[in-house]
């Protein structure tokens, strides 16, 4: 980032801007400090085009390599031998992004005896699937997949890689990256290409949800991403494509660090991410008691139990039930937020919903900006009264 | 001319906010609705290391100062005013005479375990018929070989019942009235030392006040603290430190009471604006808001010269005067912004306006601190 | 046991707020915190110190106020801090700011353990962990729980919480671990860990204390680049629901019916 002096007022719309309070305003011109990231905002925010965004970063191959870097690959996460639902999204969007870029759509699947996925794979959109059978891979390891993914990348050199940003796409992308020693973009919420250089523009929440930032990876291949899941809807499977399958062999490697045992959650696992109705609260409830109203709802409707990162840590409810930012991204056909007043990190994780219903005494709290319906009142009557009308109504 | 805190201060500050929110005040008015005083609570303020604060590191201190110790003070009462005094008490009437006018053996073996926390302290000034009128002790102290004989009932005594080491005036000597005064250290479960009624309070309900009851109640002669005559010398100088503890109690129940009312203000809609829009009420949370800051003041300033080694009696007189009556006001125009809700014990309100009318009353009623005040201008 | 912490001072992004007016960042008054699993991370150091001897440093890369949140980290009990700050290292990416703290670590010396904070609350990536790993070539676990630690030099068991729930790893030292949430919480620092904090050294490394190719560092060495920074998109055109709590509740309850959430009764 590079201020302009001479166009520089001084006028401090960079500084107000800045989400790092990285800019201060000095002898009437503005300054960046070393706090500064080169986010761009304030480049954005100058109306005397004094500032220059971005940067002077000139590393990377020459264009000839780079451009000898083709197709897009998603990762297939697996789940109990089954294709995650994030993997079947990845590959709607990856679908598009291959489109536009007019090249081929790949899917990369590591596992133990999985072929009979590939058909899965092609009616969702793959031209190609790079398949690595082993018994090694029957169990994510960190170890043993980044050494088969670097091998992959390196033999077959794909221009974009998409991976789910489940526990395992963020164990395993960075390691990756780091030893190809390219461009990773985290939990990103769009994707798309930029018309002007044609590259992917990975769209992420950043500081807490509260701003937006895309991002480029201009002078390394592949460019990677991780993409949050519920972000994008899976397409219609066509299970009359076909595609490839590239049966690859990968060198055997033996990974430093030893499974013993898997523990599966004893209690009853709250699936936010697929339930269809959630009602959530917020420390609106004003007591953790009052939790048993939503609870009560949730359970009359047939959904599940969300909260605001306040009432988690709060210790209300526990951390699985978190929707947010650093919680879990939702996107239900109904949304109830109750006592939530919508912290922007709250928001990112739920305004993917179908249709927001918001009650809240504070009539200027941020989650009716969200909302498609609105109640100012106090949840501790609105619930009651909701309940029994349900009742009624299903009675 | 500085007013800022260290960041050694600021750090200590936000680490008594985190404990307090998380240890204190959650449990903070079901102990007052039960009048239930909490030792694990002041075995955690021990842990913490608050009560080390202002006392040396040889005594098992933190080395720190009077100004640190009274933010800690106010953090406490702010998430729960009984803490808030159960600390001030043990800490600036029974530990800080230990210190100011003790042995090194005597410090040795009391201060210690008042500083790191592990016991409580209390002081016995108070009787039936010598309230503000100190002077009239009826506690006797008689010196019989390597002991004192003591008999005498001491009443409102904070933490009694439930302190280990107790500071105790007696009269050693009618005949030279206040010069007749000398202090003692009486552990509890001294033969002879018992405890009478417990006191049924209007506010700080979770702190324990109880009588203590001296019947031939037979301690070492090296429990008396500095001479004989000492004592009332010893009690004032207690209470001018004790007054700005309780200038710090009441600062944190005044300074609750705004964040209450400012965030319910601005919550609380009522023609369909929130009520802090209205005038009747936003110029009440401004008044409230200065009261706070005045009495914050007046309280730190005073701990200033008293970590200075300046005289601070009056300062801790005005402090604790104007800190009190800001409390009581505040509190109580906090319940007005609250209307019935204030009025219920559903919300915090009520408690804190509790709370805060004995900070006008005890370790001098703001009478005697216009006395000492008073005192010191027309010298 | 030698362990390493990395932390980063953060903007306290829970007390954000967008300008409703101008859709903008109010960052005024935002006080910078320890990122919060910086500190869980940093509770399962000190917890593993507290039983098996040893030391805990903690490590971060930021601009010179970054050493508050390390004198921070001393006051919870860590017995050194050092803090690579130059302009050298500004505007990296995971990618070069792994690099960096790598290189840090190697200037640390002999380590046992690392741990990170899943990752930060201002950029959400996780991704500075394993890519630091990979850069020291050791192995990594991510989400880690709880450790149990054998004997000196004995592999250690991991905990691993996944979507579907625990995993038990074993593996030798060293090993990079990054922690969500661990116990109980981390602890308050207490009075006399304040009083040393801020009586004990924080070490300050410039690019020319430590061993890197300067070409990777900072802005000039992250592979990604911000093309723009914006607001997000905020809906419009809530519809409010008038009348008491009855009867919004009964229009709640329409609206279910019609989206058919809930059954038309009988």
Redesign the interface.
Known sequence: MKINSELCSGCGACA??????ALVIKGNKAEK?????????CA??CSFEAIQ????????GDAHDLNSYKGVWVYLEL?DRQLRGVALELLAQGRKLADEMGQELAGVLLGDNVADLANEVFANGADRLYLVEDPCYGRYD??QY?AAMTELINTYRPAVILLGA???G??L???V???I???????CTGLSI?TETGLV??TR????????????????RPQMGTVRPRVFKRAEPDCGRTGTIVRAKTKATT???????????LKE?VNLEDAE?IVAGGRGMGKPESFALVSELAEL?GGAVGAS??VVDAGWMP?DHQVG??GKTVAP??YIACGISG???H??GM?GSD?I??INRD??A?I???????????VN??L???I???R???? | MDFKLT??QE??RK?VQ??AAKEVAPTAAQRDEDEQFSRDIYNKVG????T??PFPEEYGG???DNLTYIIAVEELSRACASTGITFSASISLAAWPILAYGTPEQKKQFLTPLADGSKLGAFGLTESGAGTDAAAQQTIATADGDNYILNGVKTFITNGGEAEIYVIMAMTDRSKGTRGISAFIVEKDTPGFTFGAVERKMGIRASATQELIFRDCRIPKTNLLGREGDGFKIAMATLDGGRIGVAAQALGIAQRALDEAVKYAKERRQFGKPISSFQGISFMLADMATQVEAARLLTYRAAYQKDQGQPYSKEAAMAKMFASDAAMQVTTNAVQVFGGYGYSREYPVERLMRDAKITQIYEGTNQVQQMVVSAAILR | MKIVVCVKQV?D??E???D?KTN??M?QGVPSIVNPHDKHALEMALSLRDQLGGSVTVLSMG???SQ?AL??CL?MGADHAVLL?D?AF??A???AT?YTLAAGIRKIGEFDLIICGKQA???????????????LGI?????ASQVEAGADGA?V?VHR????????????LP?LLTVT?YGDGPR????????R??RAEVDVWSVNDVEVDR??LG??????????????D????????PG???A??????T???E?R??????
């Open positions: 107000a801007a800045c989400p790092f309070g400090t070393d706090a500064c990231t080169d986010c761009g905002a954005s925010a965004a971005g940067s002077g970063s000139d590393n990377g789940k960190a170890d980044t489940t526990h395992n963020r164990d992308a960075p390691r990256a780091a030893r020693k390219t461009g990773l973009t985290a939990d930029d523009a990975w929440p950043a500081f807490g949800g509260n701003i937006m930032a895309t991002i480029l990876c201009p002078n390394h990974s430093r660090v030893k499974w013993i045992k898997s523990i599966k959650s696992s109705i409707l990162r306040a951390a930012q650093t056909r109904v912290a922007i990190q928001l990112a305004q249709v219903v918001a009539a200027s941020p009716f900006t969200v909302a498609h319906y609105g109640i100012v009142g106090d009557e609105v009651p009264a909701l029994n009308e349900i009624c109504a299903t009675a | 960041a050694e750090m200590l680490t985190e404990f842990a913490l290391g608050l080390g604060i933190a080395g720190w | 903007p992004t829970t954000v707020k967008i409703p903008t960042l960052r601009p010179m106020q508050e004198r921070e006051a700050s302009r500004g505007g990416d995971t990618l792994s609350i201002d950029g959400d990536t996780a991704q500075v962990g394993p890519e630091m790993a990979e850069h192995p990594h676990i991510t989400y592999p068991r919480d996944g979507e579907e729930g625990t995993e038990i790893l074993e593996v030798k090993v949430h308050l620092p207490v009075v006399k860990g304040i009083r904090a801020f070409n990777v802005l000039k060495g992250s592979p990604t680049q911000v093309r723009r920074i914006f607001s997000p905020k809906r419009c055109g809530c519809e409010m629901i008491d709590a009855c919004a509740a009964s229009v709640v309850a609206k279910l019916r989206l959430i809930i059954g038309v009764g009988s």
